[in-house]
């Protein structure tokens, strides 16, 4: 069994390889230098750096938010705005995976996949660097926290590396061992309170527990489904905004900083099913965790916000008559937002980045170098 699996993923290797030499090329992508002149905030003094990732967030789901809720969004505010293409190594419409992936390592890679390359799906050789484990090299603490299952795509892609979304345990495993100060989203039912205490974790379930956890402790929670909501949260369970304010408050307690990861997954599970109100109430409580963190970050003065999303899900269109609506239950190839507070070198206002290019560009504007965030990278 072990030898036949082996054989088929050394021949699906091969056409992938194929694919690259046919069709793929390597790149280097830019010189980190500001490009439009504008001062930077903190004259590159940054030293934390928040990444809220909406996943399936377009421009409309904005705009329709807005229109159906009669509200001002945070995310109106940010100094610099610009987009993102968003397709994958594999296909012009991306899934979560291949997208969290494009945003946690600056390599592009095909739909499924979890920071892996697309010509190693088995990491055999290598894979790439996510920018949670480049923070962490230079002793920033570090967090990943999501509405979705802790093992979910796009908090996977930032924690973990395994040929296929799918693969639950692996990348659960992956996830305990990476080294990372806190993992907090839904239950997945596979990892124990066993695993995450023999890896150096408070395992929580709960608002209370998260609550109590004292600084410089370790945590991973497990919570129920119902943290996509400030209406269905209460004692038992956080809701967005609840664990970034607590998960800021746990990674604000070095010299070196932080990097935090915050995803809001529901945007995309409602955009799915095309449930207006489900899916502008998930966007709302999207914008006050946007909100919260602007806040903070204007106090700190020294965190990088960025805002952008894995992919658009639902094609929503503009309607004459000034309303909006989705057109399919799937992913779409539209660009995304790219939302920046804190540094003048991440996006122009109006310009279109790769994905992949957001990573590298948090990455130098932190002091990385090429050397330890490499931006070879492959393109379709
Ligand atoms: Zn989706």
Redesign the pocket.
Known sequence: MLSSLATIWTEITSLFMSFILLFGTTVGIFSPESTNGAESYFDGNIKNVIYLIG??MGFNHLKKTKNERDITLTMDTFDFKGSSMTRSLSNAVT??AAGGTALATGERTYNGAIGVYMNDPLGAFSHPKNITELCMESGMMTGVITTDETSGATPASFSAHSSDRGNTEDITEDQLSSGIDIIWGASNGVATRGDAEENGFTYITSYIQMMALPEGSRSFAQFTNALWTLEQSDERTPNLEQMAEKAIDLLDDTDEGFFLMIEGAHI??H??SNEDEMMTEALQEFDRTVELVLEYAKADGETLVVITAD?E?GAIIANDDGTYSFTQGS?SAANVPVLVYGSDKIINDGEILNNYEIPIRIAYTLGFTEEQFPYEVMVA
Do not use: A, L, P
Request: aromatic residues 0%; proline residues 0%; glycine residues 10%.
């Open positions: 996943d399936g899934d979560s995309d599970k955009s799915h992919h899900t992913h």
